[in-house]
């Protein structure tokens, strides 16, 4: 796939603006959809974290997968060339707190898809962490920048957004929801209309258009590589008895009628289905299933994308130890029955010691390093293209002053 904006503007542009659409989630969210290996091994007492994308200065951070504890305080103002020092707080909603060039970014523009990336990551009523908040409009801030810089230089260079491209990804985006009436909720939900999201969709293309002619496509991984990473890296691999899957569980209990137990069996069987046309793709199969295990599974683990981490198979109901000890990394369990209710399960990590049981791992981990990579070359690109058009903070506390900051200087 091509180097794209999408970890980065258009998380914010164009993502946050439809993650609060409960009954559609966007096609351009990010999952951890397998962990990087791990070296000490597993236990049913301490499983392996959920991964999480790598936050270093080599790439812009998406800001749905901010840590949990950042620094609540903001940066204390610095003084500029000529002595000016910058306003520590800005007045009223509509302010301006930062200059891209001739463009202006507002107070009300960060905090409103601010807001809306909280509401979204606490729609099961969790209060947001400490200092949550200013991080992620901090990292909202910073790609508004990064948009407004494309933005500019697109306009300099002539690059257009033709209506082939502009129809191609329109009729994508629409795909994912169920039905015409549900796209246009989620329009009125984000306070948007159908020329505003087309304006924001011409936006990202011409942003791709300048970021693929000034850097390298960041291809998969092929089999080679992958094999030779496990190579290199086998001792980093647990070898042991523990296995992680994703799960979608229907609960069913006693209380639960038979057509109603069948009803959900019959459901959970359509998503099956649905869900096996990407087989042949196990990287789409699994974020097609974490993401629709956030949206419909009834499991504690729901919120993780129904990872179940790692775990014993002995540690489970007998039919549950069957079914999932009998697939393969990336295959998918028929839908099967346990005390719990209806499970369908996809198998992420066999810790065998065989290739073929850590490609999830593997894949992952390249994904992370090409990543990196790319995140550097953005930011080199993008610091350069911010001399350009002089970027100024008005109100420091929007400034990512982390080393991880495209604009820390």
Request: charged residues 25%; positive net charge; contains cysteine.
């Amino acid at each position: 796939m091509p180097v794209s904006l999408l970890r980065f503007v258009i998380t914010a542009l164009l993502a946050c603006a439809w993650v609060g659409a409960a009954d559609a989630p966007p096609a351009a969210t990010p999952t951890a959809a397998a962990p990087a290996p791990q070296a000490a091994p597993a236990s049913k007492d301490a499983p392996a974290p959920v991964s999480a994308p790598v936050a270093t200065d080599a790439a812009p951070v998406d800001p749905a997968a901010a840590p949990a504890s950042p620094s609540a305080n903001p940066p204390k103002a610095k003084t500029r060339k000529g002595g000016a020092k910058a306003a520590k707080t800005a007045k009223g909603p509509a302010s301006i707190v930062i200059t891209v060039g001739p463009n202006k970014i507002s107070k009300s523009q960060i905090d409103t898809l601010a807001d809306l990336m909280i509401n979204a990551r606490h729609q099961d009523g969790s209060a947001p962490q400490r200092g949550e908040r200013e991080y992620i409009a901090k990292m909202v801030a910073t790609n508004l920048i990064g948009q407004d810089l494309l933005d500019l230089e697109a306009k300099r260079l002539n690059v257009v957004a033709d209506q082939k491209s502009l129809d191609s990804l329109s009729r994508a985006f629409r795909a994912n929801f169920p039905s015409d009436e549900a796209y246009k909720q989620a329009l009125r939900s984000a306070g948007d209309t159908e020329a505003g999201l087309r304006e924001k969709m011409a936006r990202q293309i011409k942003a791709d258009k300048l970021l693929n002619a000034q850097m390298s496509p960041m291809e998969r991984p092929s089999e080679k590589e992958m094999r030779d990473f496990f190579a290199a890296h086998k001792s980093a691999f647990p070898i042991n008895d523990s296995l992680r899957a994703c799960q979608i569980l229907f609960m069913v209990d006693a209380n639960t009628s038979a057509g109603e137990a069948a009803k959900k069996k019959s459901e959970l069987e359509l998503i099956r289905a649905d869900l096996a046309k990407d087989t042949a793709r196990i990287d789409a199969l699994l974020t097609r299933f974490v993401m629709k295990a956030r949206e419909i599974s009834d499991g504690p683990e729901k919120k993780d994308g129904g990872d179940l981490q790692r775990f014993l198979p002995g540690d489970f109901n007998p039919e549950f130890k069957k079914q999932v000890t009998a697939l393969k990394v990336g295959q998918m369990s028929p839908v099967f029955r346990t005390p719990l209710g209806w499970h369908l399960v996809v198998l992420t990590e066999r810790n065998d010691g065989k290739f073929e049981s850590y490609q999830l791992q593997i894949a992952r981990a390249l994904v992370t390093e090409k990543a990196a990579k790319a995140g550097k070359d953005l930011k080199k690109y993008l610091k350069t293209l911010a001399d350009r058009y002089k970027v100024a903070f008005l109100d420091e506390g929007y400034r990512d002053s982390t080393v991880a900051g495209v604009y820390e200087h």
